[in-house]
């Protein structure tokens, strides 16, 4: 499947189709949007800050007139918010054909949410769980559905801390995103195998943006931010070149449920879109079992979908 030189403007045409975009405001988010934008589809901004979406569109709309664009507030750590944007959309779409799992945190202080989960693990997973839980109605009615999650290369050194998921006995800023980066991926691979085993249309896929300079490393503390956010960023990838192994799984014909979009460069950390590998970890069945039925249990949020044998 490699596609060497795959770009943005390879995408089909859009028309017609509605996707919804998580963290649609800067970074990969925003990219993807702008490419989405340029070929016709229709995107519902999910955005923390409505203020930043509404000054997003505008600056959008004015380089596209034509642009479909509309900006709806969700916060990913709070699944109050969640429930209620998806609620909000079901009232509102008859279907949905693409959402895009984008919006992340990266290695904040320790911090809890509303609903007493750690940052990371709540804004990059659970809530990304919850949602894709509650759209499924609207995403099985779409055209040629897609579930997109965003991981990171950093899934590969992730751990699932079962025993201490809040980070209450040994909080670290990057292992516990690593940890919400392997979560990613075990979601995205264990909702592909219950897809497959339902029969359903929809798909899952997943993809990483190798090393991409956003604001996620910058609004990191401590290390991370000084060698990801300022050291080395001179040696990462635009954010547009970064999106565009998300935009191939959302919008490229023929794609395999299940597949891992990243770069085709050394080390996966810059270039063009090409099927990678996922961790053996986040392939583990019994791993994705497990995460799985945590999630419903954290989240309240329970697919109609049969488990996989």
């Given at each position: ?18 996707f ?43 380089q596209?007139?034509?642009a479909?664009l ?95 998921l ?117 392939t ?12 419903e ?13």
């Amino acid at each position: 499947m490699k596609q060497q030189s795959w770009t943005a403007e390879q995408i089909p045409d859009q028309t017609g189709r509605v996707f919804v975009v998580t963290g649609a405001t800067s970074g990969l988010g925003l990219a993807a949007t702008r490419a989405l934008a340029r070929r016709n589809g229709q995107v519902i901004l999910a955005v923390r800050d409505e203020e930043k979406g509404h000054r997003t569109v505008a600056d959008l709309t004015a380089q596209h007139p034509a642009a479909r664009l509309e900006v709806r507030r969700l916060d990913l750590a709070d699944l109050d918010s969640v429930r209620t944007f998806a609620a909000r959309l079901h009232g509102d779409l008859p279907r949905l054909d693409v959402l895009v799992n984008n919006a992340g945190v990266m290695a904040p202080p320790r911090t809890l949410t509303a609903q007493g989960h750690e940052l990371q693990f709540a804004a990059n997973h659970l809530g990304h769980f919850a949602l894709t839980g509650l759209l499924l109605e609207l995403l099985a009615a779409g055209h040629d559905p897609r579930v997109v999650t965003v991981s990171s290369l950093n899934h590969r050194q992730g751990r699932i801390v079962f025993d201490d998921l809040t980070g209450a006995r040994g909080y670290k800023p990057m292992a516990y995103y690593n940890q919400s980066k392997l979560a990613n991926a075990v979601f995205g691979w264990e909702l592909h195998r219950r897809l497959t085993s339902a029969g359903s249309p929809l798909r899952s896929l997943l993809s990483h943006p190798g090393y991409t300079a956003t604001n996620l490393q910058m609004r990191a503390i401590g290390l991370p931010r000084l060698l990801f956010g300022i050291i080395a960023r001179p040696l990462a990838q635009t954010p547009d070149q970064g999106a565009l192994p998300l935009l191939y799984a959302s919008t490229a014909p023929g794609i395999e449920g299940g597949a891992f979009i990243g770069p085709d460069g050394k080390g996966e950390l810059r270039g063009f879109p090409t099927r990678v590998a996922l961790s053996a970890g986040a392939t583990d069945t019994e791993t994705g079992r497990r995460l799985w039925e945590l999630s419903e249990q954290l989240t309240g949020v329970r697919y109609a979908l049969p488990a996989t044998a």
